[in-house]
């Protein structure tokens, strides 16, 4: 009964032309409902992804995800990598003709790292000279180190060498945003009707829970071929999947991970799995008892098989990875948890021995509860962890949350032992910075090791490249025995994409410009 009803469906499916579909028009499923569509206020990465058709910051994605010119033309370094200089392309405007020029970029930096902004990615760009003083107050804004030596002119100077910064300027920390509209507007600025962004869309209707609408900037240098891009906040797997296939959205991000083999089989042409680059992890409060406790920590970490969670549970692709930073990371070796060759009565014994160093035994069971963002995968993923632990005695409650609710939590830290995940650059720092103890609230479990910070603030001062990851890895070999998080796997992008869509590339950083985009 269940392939009838399939095949009815597929063929009402994305092929079906009806009133969602148009050659003008673009039906995209997100993650959730976004908080913000400021760039200096975001935090998700469904954020994000609507962030980067709006704004184009000095560099930008191409088409298969590479780090390629943006607002900038060109660039130059000096020897010592501490002065970066910008030339923007001519004629660049803002989506209402405005000039964008070198110095709405300064007003942006200065905005993104005032502390009156309360941004919370601020310190995404920390290696610009004084950023870190100037966000906490201790400098003027004017002491960053910014500066327009003409319209179109741009001078990042860096405290430290930081080799990345094209990587780092792609995100929405790296966009200009309007000063004419928010100094006249204030925080409005980001609803429809004030709206002004640079990048090859502007936004146009915002209904909370409902959808974001875009609509294409005529004024943008290179303007899209799609008129409109509707993003939809589909956080539920299943209803996401539904919606594709009554053709109602053209793209998913998601969807559950049980219909895969059957999608293999019958849905083949729509099917895109990529690997992302990213790390899903489990974090410790190491602020409170008794997850202060390295050996309470140790053992929650050696009962966890990250194949059988994987492979057996999960069954969706996704990869174990034994360490912080994920293994498809260019030019970097990451190194693993120890203990990863013990059998597994081998660690029921060890962890057994290490809760009761704690004051943990039979009569007396740690008790913990287990934060989790709402879906299906991550509650049969929860549920297996629980399981795991329950080896040695452990007692798991399971907390599940809306992805926004979820981090908004862990911000402030209010949780035990939650998961967490971080995705995108290709650098190994872009995952051990979360441990330094001085990075912010995305450092959940607020963990500071001295040793740990200083290996990190070595790197950040290293400008050749080799070194610099030498010195990383070494940072990473202090850090994983301490057991702030547990390493848990990569993920396996699942998508659904109408195959009349063309110009969508698969890349490990699973950016799809709406730009590059057209119907065939």
Known sequence: ???????????????????????????????????????????????????????????TFNATGETVPGSAASWDVSDDGLTWTFQLREGLQWSDGRPLTAYDFVFAFRRLLDPDTAASLAYFMYMLENAEAVNAGRLPTSALGVQATNARELVLKLGKPYPYLPERLLYPTGHPVPRHVIEKVGDNWIKPEHWVSNGAYALADWQPQSHVRLIRNELFHAPAAIETVVYHPLANEQSAYNRFRTGEVHAVGNFPAGELDWIKAN??????????????????????APFSDVGVRQALAMMIDRRVLTDQVQRSGNQPNPSFVPEIV????????????????????????????????????????????????????????????KRIGVETQLHQSELKVHFADLRQNDFQVAQAGWFGENNAEHYLGLLVSDTGNVNYGRYHNAAYDDLMARARREADLATRNAILREAERLVLPEYPVIPLYRVMIRRLVDPRLQGWHENPRDVHPARFLNWR
């Open 267 to 288: 849905m083949g042409d729509r099917l895109r799995l990529s690997p992302l680059l990213s790390i899903v992890y489990l974090v410790f409060n190491t602020t409170t």
């Open 330 to 389: 260019d030019q970097y070796q990451p190194v693993a948890l120890p203990n990863g060759t013990m059998s597994q009565a081998e660690r029921i014994a060890k962890a057994l021995q290490l809760l009761a160093a704690a004051g943990f035994d039979e009569a007396n069971p740690l008790n913990l509860t287990l934060r989790y963002v709402s879906g299906t995968e991550a509650k049969r993923s929860s549920l297996a962890i629980a399981a795991f632990w």
């Open 1 to 59: 009964m269940k392939t009838c009803l399939a095949g009815l469906l597929i063929l009402a499916g994305p092929y079906f032309a009806g009133p969602y579909l148009s050659a003008q028009t673009l039906h995209i499923g997100n993650a959730g409902e976004p908080e913000t569509l400021d760039p200096h206020r975001y935090n998700l990465r469904l954020e994000e992804t609507i962030l980067t058709d709006l704004f184009m910051g000095l560099t």
